[in-house]
């Protein structure tokens, strides 16, 4: 079947560029095959059995002759009025019949006389008029009853799905909704059948994107565009946003494209899907591109627009860039919320930058904008990325006395400031303030404390940090296990580095590139190649590729050994450019120390286009021992 559907839309006019994002592979398109005109979506289309997180909500399919399912319950009728009438008229009847047997009163009986034959009398006439006259309405507003239901029935049909947009824009997929359905307010009876289809098939591809399979949705997209209905933006948009939570931002601007080659305006809510992909991805071109193309044409960028832009910049770091499209969000008549201030505080937070982070703050208090925990955890971040832990502690006092609570980040992130600084009591003691606020620690804030200890050279304290993690049953980490291995690297304990090694490997973690390079620190210090190259056979075994600080290690064990391994040197660095990595100066000045700096020139004429080779440190330091050759993981 998922053969039928890839060889089909192969003959689609323009179809090439999809396939390709789709990929040609069968194995999640079987069952795509488009509901056929009658069939419940469902029952009958692909479903899914679960919601993941932030996917468009459940499709509004409102047919006209909606399919009962089998073994459901039918409401029960109302009793007519008209009938409730006939029922007491006829007991009213039966009472002046039993009255007249029973009292012998003659008749006719004067209506106001007192007798119970008067109220019998009464109570007849009074029903019998009230009969006639629900008739005589009944009868008049009956063709005007059938339009009104016949109404609603075609409103609630062309009403388009809706699915919920991610990172808040459920607005602008309603107000698209809305249009839509004013426009195709009377439509008419023949084009019924082609609504349901629509309705039937977006419930279709939405069940795909739920289940985050971006080939069948796709897949199903293309039948629908050749069944003869017609897709709408809603088909579009959920295969957009299915493509971006996948993170393939290329695939989802392929479809916006063809989106609008079908003749169909994307919305503001499916720019600003292909944005938030671009940011995630960290394609700010991308994503700059796109946000101009929409303003360009005609489609009225909101805050979300701008603040997706403003983040993606953030994301590197660039405060320039960041800052230019918040003044172009004001010059849009575009009011920034506290996500686009809290976006430019992170990227000073990047930089290092907590005076820009102060300013910020204070022009988002000056717009009358909430400063919320996410605020003071990223100009808390700030200063602990320049190692101001007294501007940290200011922000931490500030949130307090305002009642923001601090959470386990903004802890961590405190934590981290002193580790900069190199104040393990600082560190040890704002973990223990947040233990005592009833704020459970994670990984992160163990590590951040274990940093501490590192940067500080207490081995045991990281330790005992560990075995304090171990013992409160937080899920570890691969970080946590690094920082204590970095920890033991830096006394120049290479055994008890070892011993960690093992008992992070005990503990079912797969180590990364940032372990290896710490186990293989120590070893290089002491210039035992032979260990560092044990630990370099074990990283290719777990498929972990070397980079520059692992290459500095092995260069610099090769440099430090007796005798020294010049042509093991030369080969580890050939061997390196291969794969891609590059020589920075710590490794070039490792491979000077290496083969010596006549040959460390000439390689660097044959293979790095002439490189400069730079001074040793002592020299550059003006004579100051530079230490073991310099480090390269700082």
């Not at 050749?226 to 709408?232: A, R």
């Amino acid at each position: 079947m998922a053969s039928q559907v890839i060889a089909s839309a192969q003959k689609v006019s323009g179809d090439t560029e999809i396939l390709k994002a789709l990929g040609t592979a069968e194995d999640k398109t079987s069952g795509a095959a488009p509901p056929s005109h009658g069939q419940q979506p469902g029952k009958d289309a692909p479903s899914s059995k679960g919601s993941e997180k932030g996917c468009p909500s459940k499709i509004d399919t409102t047919l006209v002759e909606p399919v009962k399912p089998a073994g459901a319950k039918v409401p029960a009728q109302r009793f007519p009025r008209w009938a409730v009438l006939s029922s007491l008229v006829f007991i009213a009847a039966v009472i002046f019949c039993a009255d007249q047997l029973l009292f012998g009163k003659v008749w006719p009986t004067v209506p106001g006389s007192g007798s119970s034959c008067a109220f019998d009398v009464a109570l007849v006439v009074l029903c019998l008029g009230g009969l006639v006259i629900h008739r005589y309405i009944a009868m008049r507003g009956q063709a005007g009853g059938m339009d009104k239901r016949y109404a609603s029935t075609q409103r609630d049909l062309v009403r388009p799905p809706r699915p919920a947009c991610a990172s808040g824009v459920e607005k602008d997929q309603s107000q698209a909704a809305q249009s839509y359905s004013q426009s195709h307010k009377h439509v008419a009876p023949h084009h019924r059948a082609a609504a349901a289809a629509t309705a039937r098939w977006n419930q279709a591809i939405d069940a795909a994107a739920r289940q985050g399979d971006v080939k069948k949705a796709g897949a199903l997209l293309l039948e629908f565009e050749k069944s003869g209905d017609q897709p709408d933006v809603i088909s579009y948009n959920l295969v957009i946003r299915t493509c971006a939570k996948k993170g393939d931002w290329q695939a989802a601007e392929l479809w916006l494209k063809r989106m609008e080659s079908q003749g169909l305006q994307a919305t503001v809510c499916s720019y600003n899907t292909l944005l938030d992909a671009c940011a995630k991805a960290d394609n700010v071109e991308a994503c700059e591109k796109w946000l101009r193309t929409m303003i360009q044409r005609g489609v009225d960028a909101n805050v979300i627009s701008y603040a997706t832009a403003i983040y993606a910049q953030a994301r590197r770091g660039d405060t320039v860039a960041a800052e230019r499209w918040l003044k172009e969000m004001l010059d849009a008549g575009v009011e920034p919320d506290a996500v686009s201030y809290n976006s430019l505080i992170h990227a000073c937070g990047v930089q290092g930058n907590a005076e820009a982070a102060d300013k910020w703050i204070e022009e988002m208090k000056r717009r009358g904008l909430e400063a919320t925990v996410t605020t003071y955890t990223a100009a808390i971040d700030a200063c602990a990325k320049c190692g101001d832990m007294q501007r940290a502690e200011k922000w931490m006092s500030r949130m307090v006395s305002e009642g923001v609570e601090a959470n386990v980040v903004t802890y961590s992130a405190m934590i981290d400031a002193c580790a900069k600084s190199g104040d393990l009591a600082r560190a040890e003691k704002w973990h223990d303030a947040m233990t005592d606020k009833g704020v459970s620690p994670n990984a992160h804030s163990y590590s951040a404390v274990i940093n501490a200890c590192a940067k500080a050279g207490d081995v045991e304290a990281a330790e005992r940090w560990l075995e304090k993690l171990e013992k409160a049953g937080v899920k570890s980490d691969v970080v946590v296990y690094s920082s204590v291995i970095d920890a033991c690297g830096k006394v120049g304990d290479a055994e008890r580095a070892m011993a960690v090694f093992h008992r992070m490997r005990a503990s079912g973690i797969r180590p990364h590139i940032v372990a290896y390079a710490a186990l293989a620190r120590p070893f290089a210090y002491r210039g035992d190649w032979a260990e560092v190259e044990c630990i370099g056979a074990a990283m290719k075994e777990d498929c972990v590729d070397p980079n520059e600080y692992f290459v500095y290690a092995q260069l610099l064990a090769y440099a430090t050994a007796r005798p020294r391994q010049s042509q093991r040197a030369e080969c580890c660095f050939r061997d390196a450019l291969r794969r891609g990595i590059k020589a920075n100066d710590h490794v070039v000045g490792a491979l000077t120390r290496s083969v010596g700096r006549a040959r460390c020139t000439e390689l660097m004429r044959e293979l790095c286009n002439g490189r400069e080779v730079p001074l040793p440190p002592q020299r550059r330091e003006g004579g100051r021992n530079g230490g073991r050759g310099g480090n390269a993981g700082n």
